[in-house]
């Protein structure tokens, strides 16, 4: 079962990865644990790199219909650059040591400079942090002054390949042009990461054996997948929410095909599911983040499932990590 499972995902066979996608039970959890001891016996063995987020802004120039944030005009906000600064510098000071900064979308230059002047002062607090951005499509030169300020990874997640189904879901952008700024980051030097959300409206199973070859074809050092959650705010707010099995199934395939990456259990996978996290650990993953770092009074306006977010903290983390049999690290590269 084992090496069946390991060639054909590693040969993208693609009527064996239907099948796989669509395992239960007994077979699923065969595939789980297979899943464990190829990222067990990786480089990075059974670590788990626990993060902290801090959400920045909600501006948002995209468009995309799963999503809700910068649609309420009145709920917009900037994050200052002394706050972000004291954010990470007390994070830095309880032990935390890798940083998502996040945004929506936002080209401001002014607000590029911040998190720029951030990411220099806080390596120059504790040289031996990891940051990491997820701020959307940028210039080549905001991609640059980020990197030789201080930031060594990105994630740009293409959400889904296929041309017409990311115009669908996407409509305020084209699949080729985001390929074009990954393939920009990855030639800066940033340690990149991509990936999908497993169950958007209209996605075939073609859909997600595109998107495996896609992820297959890059250099990449973090693959993701989150599950598609209704924002009931949204343009596909009248939709379900991605099944999880289907979800946590496409992880154990990533882990498979890409062992030595990092691949984050998000809290898509806990929405409506107490244990969604625990069993994307289960599954394969190994990088976990701590939503602590994002100012209290902001972080229902960063609401891409919904306003009734789960944000996870430092004891909920640890706690699942431990159960999982895993041990908790600062940073995994």
Do not use: W
């Not at 801090?54 to 948002?60: A, G, K, P, R, V």
């Not at 002062?121 to 210039?139: A, D, F, H, T, V």
């Not at 800066?188 to 996605?203: E, H």
């Amino acid at each position: 079962m084992d090496d069946y499972i390991i060639e054909n995902v590693k040969s993208l066979n693609k009527t064996a990865i239907f099948e796989i996608l669509q395992y239960k039970d007994e077979k699923q959890q065969n595939l789980f644990q297979l899943a464990r001891n190829i990222r067990n016996n990786s480089k990075f063995k059974n670590n788990v790199e626990l993060r902290s987020v801090i959400e920045l802004s909600n501006i948002c120039s995209q468009k995309c219909n799963y999503c809700y944030i910068a649609k309420d005009k009145k709920s917009l906000y900037r994050l200052d650059k002394d706050v972000i600064l004291n954010r990470l510098i007390n994070l830095i000071n309880i032990g935390r040591r890798t940083f998502l900064l996040q945004s929506g979308e936002y080209h401001n230059q002014e607000f590029i400079e911040d998190i720029a002047y951030c990411c220099k002062k806080s390596m120059e607090y504790c040289p031996e942090i990891r940051l990491i951005l997820c701020l959307g499509n940028l210039s080549y030169d905001q991609y640059k002054l980020l990197y030789d300020s201080g930031a060594s990874r990105y994630i740009l997640k293409f959400e889904t390949s296929n041309y017409n189904h990311h115009k669908f879901c996407r409509p305020s952008d084209t699949i080729e042009n985001r390929l074009n700024h990954i393939k920009t980051l990855i030639d800066i030097g940033y340690k990149v990461g991509t990936g999908n959300i497993v169950g958007l409206p209209k996605q075939t199973f073609d859909n997600l054996y595109e998107d495996l070859e896609l992820i297959n074809s890059l250099d990449l050092a973090m693959v993701s997948s989150t599950r598609f959650v209704s924002n009931p705010l949204s343009v596909f707010g009248k939709y379900k929410n991605g099944d999880i099995n289907l979800s946590l199934n496409f992880l154990s395939i990533l882990r498979i095909l890409k062992p030595d990456s990092l691949i984050p259990s998000t809290t898509s996978l806990a929405m409506n599911n107490d244990n969604g996290q625990l069993n994307g650990l289960m599954a394969g993953c190994n990088t976990i983040t701590i939503h602590d770092g994002t100012p209290k009074e902001f972080q229902k306006n960063y609401a891409i499932y919904s306003q009734d977010r789960f944000s996870p903290g430092e004891l909920y983390c640890r706690n699942i990590i431990e159960q999982c049999g895993m041990n908790a690290v600062k940073y995994l590269i």
